[in-house]
């Protein structure tokens, strides 16, 4: 069985970010971002509307701060009661599932796309100008966010990482590995402090 460029994407495959199915999913994602990061703070209706119809999955009472940016949003759910300040970044060529009443501060980014290290196996030697194909090797994996999480301001979170419920993580932490439930951790790399 031959997979869409798609399919390989979300089976954590090498995919071609160019392909037209998906270049029409982020152009998609970019009309209704637009839109909604364009709408006035007080039409709180519209704001909903767009996201509802730009996400996977939005939860009651999901409150997303003005300007948001994100890859597609098909791939993006999040849990009642979160709120998502100003300025972040879902990078949602994977699944990012985010839970109820979460609170994720300006600026965090979470990224699901990800290349191989080494520039030679990166860089595609077989690319032909014009066919369509990315110059890089993508591959994507799973972000899996807890419920009750607390994300501080200008955290990055990488691809692949889960993060368990009622876990607090401190500003400008770089989360490169999976976080248990029930902990506060921070730093570049993240590590766990302590028990909450």
Same mark, same amino acid.
């Given at each position: 069985m031959i997979l869409s460029e798609? $399919? *390989?994407?979300?089976? @954590?495959?090498?995919?071609? #970010?160019?392909d037209p199915e998906l270049l029409d999913m982020y152009h998609r994602a970019r009309r209704l971002t637009a839109a909604f990061n364009n709408t006035p703070s007080d039409d709180p209706d519209r704001k909903s509307?767009?996201? #509802?119809?730009?996400?996977?999955?939005?939860?009651?009472?999901?409150w997303i701060e003005a300007p948001f940016f994100c890859e597609y949003g098909a791939h993006l /759910?999040? @849990?009642? =009661?979160?709120?998502?300040?100003?300025?972040?970044?879902?990078?949602?060529?994977? =699944?990012?599932r985010i839970g109820k009443n979460g609170l994720i501060a300006p600026a965090v980014q979470i990224y699901t796309a990800y290349h191989p290290l080494a520039a030679g196996e990166r860089i595609? /030697?077989?690319? $032909? *100008?014009? %066919?369509?194909? &990315?110059?890089?090797?993508? $591959?994507? &994996? +799973?972000?899996?966010i !807890?419920?009750?999480?607390?994300?501080? !301001? %200008?955290?990055?979170?990488? +691809? !692949?990482? #889960?993060? !368990?419920? %009622?876990?607090?993580? @401190?500003? @400008? #932490?770089?989360?490169?590995?999976d976080l248990p439930a029930n902990v506060l951790a921070y730093g570049n790399p993240c590590r766990v402090v302590r028990e909450l």
């Open positions: 798609k $399919q *390989k994407m979300l089976a @954590g495959e090498y995919y071609n #970010s160019r509307a767009l996201l #509802s119809e730009l996400m996977a999955h939005r939860g009651e009472g999901v /759910s999040i @849990g009642d =009661h979160t709120f998502v300040n100003m300025n972040c970044i879902f990078l949602d060529c994977h =699944h990012i595609r /030697s077989d690319r $032909q *100008k014009g %066919n369509g194909t &990315a110059v890089y090797r993508t $591959q994507a &994996a +799973p972000v899996n !807890g419920d009750n999480v607390w994300i501080g !301001g %200008n955290t990055v979170i990488f +691809p !692949g990482v #889960s993060i !368990g419920d %009622n876990t607090t993580i @401190g500003a @400008g #932490s770089v989360v490169t590995k």
